[in-house]
């Protein structure tokens, strides 16, 4: 129970009156448990394979003999490896999504970044995944590209937005991922030649859960992913938005305020 006092005086005469206000919080409370709970249990059983799978890809990158596409691809899978372990710990942080029941943190670690070269990786990690179902993917930047962000965060909505592209394109299209200075912003924007969105649809896209018929019948998923990803970009004072035609693709672009310090210097790197 959650019980709040006020006292009320009335002015004319002496008698005071105390009013108790007494909320039935049973739900609420019972509900964060659960969450917490189950992030408990989540980043607990997870923890295991994902330091096996670390461990092992460490073991690989030992060994001298191997080629250096095969060192390239076991350096990938330890860094998703490593970013997913830092996801589940981050699961438990004090600030942490499940306590406070937004994605992101109140606190977020925040500091001017050079965004290229999380941007480099992110392409560079779903090339691949593009290449076996023959979608191009391809990255060009141009400029200095700072904001001042949790760089680990921003490489999340990259990779979201990235993988969803790579996902929902059919064999034969492409995914061109661009990223600029538009005035005083950082623009980056991820296009694709996939199954598009119809404009009926699009308002709902960023909804929790939500999936188009379109995407159940190309692939799997939750539903969740962009709910996240605006959610972060909101975080760091950005704006995330869609564009599409049904049948022929889709654009998303990321705004980002760019810092006041290199505000004016467009195209200076
Ligand atoms: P998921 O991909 O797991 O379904 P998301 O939250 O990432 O969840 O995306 C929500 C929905 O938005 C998808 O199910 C799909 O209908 C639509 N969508 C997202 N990205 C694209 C895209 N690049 N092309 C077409 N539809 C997309």
Redesign the pocket.
């Known amino acids: 129970l959650s019980v709040t006092a006020k006292r009320l005086r009335s002015s004319a005469h002496e008698d005071e009156t105390i009013l108790l206000l007494v909320h039935d919080v049973t739900a609420v409370v019972q509900a964060q448990r659960d969450r917490e709970r189950l992030a408990a249990i989540a980043s607990h059983e997870l923890r295991h394979p994902l330091t096996v799978m670390i461990g092992t890809a460490e073991l690989a990158l030992e060994d001298e003999a191997m080629s250096p596409k095969a060192v390239e691809r076991f350096q990938k899978l330890l860094d998703a490896s490593e970013r997913m372990l830092e996801m589940t710990q981050q699961m438990l942080g004090p600030r942490s999504a499940v306590r406070s029941g937004t994605v992101v943190e109140d606190a977020c670690p925040r500091e001017e970044t050079d965004l290229t070269p999380i941007l480099v990786d992110s392409v560079a990690s779903y090339e691949q995944a593009g290449h076996a179902k023959d979608v191009r993917v391809s990255l060009s930047t141009s400029g200095r590209l700072a904001a001042v962000v949790d760089g680990f965060r921003i490489r999340q909505v990259f990779d ?2 990235v993988s ?2 790579v ?3 059919r064999a034969g299209g492409t995914v061109d991922v661009s990223a600029g200075r538009e005035g005083d912003d950082v623009v980056i924007s ?1 296009a ?1 030649t ?4 119809a404009p009926e ?1 699009l308002p709902r ?2 909804t ?1 859960y ?3 018929a ?3 019948k190309t ?11 605006q959610e972060i970009v909101h975080a760091h004072d950005g704006v995330l938005s ?1 564009d ?1 035609v049904l049948g022929e ?2 654009v ?1 672009t990321v705004r980002l305020p760019a810092p006041t310090d290199a505000r004016g210097s467009e195209g200076t790197a």
């Not at 996939?194 to 969105?197: E, F, L, S, W």
């Not at 692939?219 to 990803?229: E, M, N, P, Q, S």
């Open positions: 979201n937005l969803n592209a996902k929902y394109t991820i694709d996939g199954i598009g969105i649809d896209v960023l929790p939500f999936r188009t379109e995407a159940k692939a799997g998923g939750t539903g969740l992913g962009l709910g996240i990803t869609v599409s693709g889709t998303f």
